[in-house]
């Protein structure tokens, strides 16, 4: 009988897995094939960004009414439904006609995307034990991370090897397989209460509006220059007022449609807010470390090379992190990984325009283990008070939370970024002057050095003042770069707090709920 119950609990691991992986990989799976798909479609590159931005939007607005769906409708065919419509969604994509289809296919296919990240680390904390909690969320955080780290090159290659529809062709056999295996091992929980009667629609109106005025801030607020722009300023407002709202009817409604009353336990509210700390900061640094590589002079594909090793040893991390959860406690694990990012971020910090691909594998390989030790722990501790009847809508909350402020450190990285640079090169510049005698030695080295190659006094200066200019350039968005990298240091010290009042133990209660 154990080795029956051992074997099913496997295969329910590796059934929510392959969904989780599909949902995770499609999250970034389409970024290298933007500029064929803009070309194919005659899209310019604004609309282009909805087919990523799409898939973002509706798997976030998906997220917090998981559970209330579940309720609803039973959870079993609300996944089994979630891979279908994922699948079915995938292959219209490829098939799609033109952009505006292309997008309502993506669309719907980040709803089904949107549903199983969240029911699979649910489940995954279902099926295993008490002891084996942190395992569990190890092997999620495998998911989690493989996905949008190979998504781009196993686009780029279905892509060049293919055509760009192959990269949503691809799941078509995979989520049959998926549904097959939840079919067959996916069971309804016996603690499930099925609900009826009305449906929230004020509360679900309220917070899709929310989410999709943020979502437009976080997307076009650098390019329309945030509030220098109508359109961000009014989305601003629209956002505030429909969350305010949101809230307040959730709160006094008789059956929310998302329960906020999840906030008042410690673990998890504790947990939620770090783990948005780590979402900002996380994304903000996947978005910015491909972009830091290419100033460097990497190309595309060399840059993803060189970001590989920080996906691996978060994969060993993970598990790893899992395994020591139970004998070292969710407060040490994060404290120890908060060290190992922040040490980290110190040593980008303090990197030049003049380093090598060696350089760049020692604090690619410490991000790595601290991001995935502390993934590990936030995963575990935030849901380990929660009650198993509620763990699916705290699953969907915190993911959200996650999600939301992963677009906001992406929309502070890159203004910062685009600031930072005109600061910095203001800096620079000013002391760039013909009473500079060191300016005065640089310009005549590099204009001796282009005479020398053929060309004339006036071009040969011309030339020495245009490199000069291309240097300050580069070391702005160095010095850009650097200082980001120490806010990003300096945001994790300060969450050190909140690490602090999390429970390091299991709740007795929490324990014999599992048991």
Known sequence: MMLQADRFKWMVCLTVLLGAIMSAVDTS?????????RGNLG?????????????ILSSVIVMPVIAFLSARFGRRPFYLFSVFLFTVSSMLCGMAWDLQSLIIFRVIQGIGGGVLLPISQAILRETFSEKEQGLAMGIYGMAVVIGPAFGPALGGWLTDNFSWPWIFFINVPIGIINFWMAAKYIQEPAFLVRQTGKIDWLGLILMT??????????EKGQDKGWYDSSLI????????VSLGLFIWRELTVEKPVVDLSLFTDRNFICGTLIGAVFGLCLYSTLFLQPLFLQQLGYSANQTGMILIPRSLIMAIAMPLAGRL???????NILLVGLGITVCSYWQFAHLSLVVSGSDLIVPQLLQGMGFGMMFVALSTVVLSTIDRPKMTAAVGLYNVTRQIMGSV????????LSNGQTLYRSVLVSHITPY???VRHWVAKLSHGFEHHGMSVLSAQKAALISISNQIDGQAQMLSFNHIFILMAVIFILSIPLMMTIKNKHSQAQATVTE
């Open 29 to 37: 799976i389409v970024n290298v094939a933007l500029p064929y798909m």
């Open 43 to 55: 899209a310019s590159v604004e609309e282009i960004t909805w087919v990523a931005s799409g898939y």
């Open 209 to 218: 509006v929310s989410f999709v005025a943020m979502q437009i801030i976080f």
């Open 233 to 240: 300023v009014w989305s601003t407002v629209i956002a505030v």
């Open 325 to 331: 959860y139970n004998s070292w406690g969710p407060r």
């Open 409 to 416: 450190g992406i929309a502070i990285a890159a203004s910062l």
């Open 436 to 438: 500079n005698p060191l």
